[in-house]
């Protein structure tokens, strides 16, 4: 009996890189894993890589068209480089030459794939394959080092026969290796199948048709976090108050604009939810009046009465059909305290305290840091670019999920 691998690559889109080296002929078969372990892929060859493998073959095992190396007038008015860059949550270059890895060290844009990686924010795998020697000279070990501390995640290699006839470490390691191992670094299909909603953004409390009471959320922390679900595999629900952000396209996305319309919203579909994530910063008072007239300016002072609104993240913990429930508390001062404080009281799984207030981290930023309390656990999660940060919060809600 066979069994049917676990779709660890779900809702995974992979731009494979394919350089000019012999192992470029195993690339079809590693099309066919990718794909089988729920991978999207589209090719890029870079120069010379089709004398090794053929076009013909990637095309029919992707079921896309390959891209070759150059930037034509021809290729940027379809899927251009922006586009491709933009398309791929990760890129994986295999088989990844000495001559490849040289140019990804020093940000060369000389060609489709290499300019593609300058351009990407997804981040990027590394299969090496090349003989033992380039393998094991200086400049390339130091290149490797370079990329590894960038982040990269480096696939090998394989040691062994190789097609020179040497021996020794350089040789590609298998598809089926570098399908699996990509699954395991980067943690993919932690949520397949779960459903998770995901607030975002401010909430905007009107005062009259022109002026309202908000915040200077911009929605990148709750955005970053649609877009890591999405990647581990969840069918994601954004509800989100007024922001200048693009939803993920393969999250379904609700706009909201007052606290209360998005305790409507995320009440509505509450109950087919596994994870609820609080991140937007919904405004804790409305206008008792929201007047549909402009107010004018006549009065030298002028008082707004306020109402609390109803806790979102609270009213959703006490649900009877209750998701695992994960807030955020935005604080200045007393972080850890104040956040614990917010985990008992509103009956939380897991809170993410982060620190505002600084130029650094917090609201509007592109970068944020957090300490992720539970009942039993507190992780540090250093300063890091929101979606960086959003793929490890969200391994870490995955590990705690029954
Ligand atoms: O959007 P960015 O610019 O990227 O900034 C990100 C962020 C700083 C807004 C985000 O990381 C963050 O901290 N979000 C929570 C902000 C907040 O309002 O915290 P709070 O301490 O007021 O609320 C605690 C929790 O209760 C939050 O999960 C909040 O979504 C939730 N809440 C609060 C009030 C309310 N009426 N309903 C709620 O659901």
């Known amino acids: ?29 590693l099309v066919r894993k990718l794909t089988e372990l729920g991978a999207e892929v589209e090719v890029i060859l870079t120069r010379n890589a089709d004398q090794f493998v053929a076009p013909l073959a990637l095309q029919a095992v ?24 933009r398309w791929a949550d990760v890129v994986l270059i295999a088989p990844a030459t000495a001559n490849v890895i040289a140019r990804l060290c020093q940000g060369n844009a000389d060609e489709l794939l290499t300019t593609v990686c300058v351009a990407t924010e997804a981040p990027l795998a590394v299969a090496p ?16 080092k370079t990329l590894a501390g960038r982040g990269a995640f480096i696939l090998g290699p394989d040691s062994g026969e190789q097609a020179c006839g040497e021996i020794g470490p350089g040789r590609m390691l298998q598809p089926i290796e570098i399908a699996r191992r990509l699954g395991t670094h980067f943690q993919l299909g ?7 909603m995901i607030t975002a953004g401010p909430t905007w409390e009107a005062i009259d048709p022109v002026r309202g009471i908000t915040n200077h959320s911009s929605g990148l922390m709750g955005y970053a976090l649609a877009q890591a679900a999405v990647e581990s595999g969840a069918n994601v629900t954004l509800v989100s108050g007024p922001t200048n952000l693009s939803p993920p396209e393969r999250a379904k996305a609700i706009n909201v604009t007052s ?27 409305r206008p008792v009046n929201s007047v549909t007239h402009k107010i004018k300016k006549n009065a030298d002072e002028m008082t707004i009465t306020m109402v609390k609104n109803p806790d979102i993240l609270a009213d959703v913990a006490s649900h009877s059909k209750r998701p695992f429930c994960v807030g955020f508390a935005a604080e200045t001062n007393d972080v850890i305290d104040y956040a614990r404080g917010k985990l008992e009281r509103k009956k939380l799984d897991m809170i993410a305290a982060n620190h505002v207030g600084s ?23 250093p300063k890091q670019n929101k979606y960086a940060l959003a793929r490890v919060l969200m391994n870490e809600i995955a590990k705690k999920l029954p």
């Open 129 to 144: 394959a090349m003989n033992q020697q380039m393998w094991q000279n200086p400049a390339t070990e130091e290149n490797i």
């Open 359 to 381: 130029s650094e981290t917090g609201f509007g930023t592109p970068n944020n840091a957090i300490t992720l309390i539970t009942n039993d656990s507190v992780t540090e999660l």
């Open 259 to 285: 606290a209360l319309d998005m305790h409507a919203a995320v009440f509505a579909e509450i109950d087919d939810q596994d994870v609820f994530i609080g991140v937007a910063a919904v405004a804790d008072y």
């Open 190 to 196: 932690a949520m397949a199948g779960k459903n998770v």
């Open 62 to 85: 992707s079921g896309r068209s390959v891209h070759n190396y150059a930037m034509t007038a021809e290729s940027e008015s379809g899927m251009g480089h922006i586009d491709l860059a």
């Open 1 to 29: 009996m066979t069994t049917k691998p676990v779709k660890t690559l779900a809702n995974k889109r992979v731009l494979l890189g394919v350089s000019a080296g012999i192992a470029a002929y195993k690339t079809p078969d």
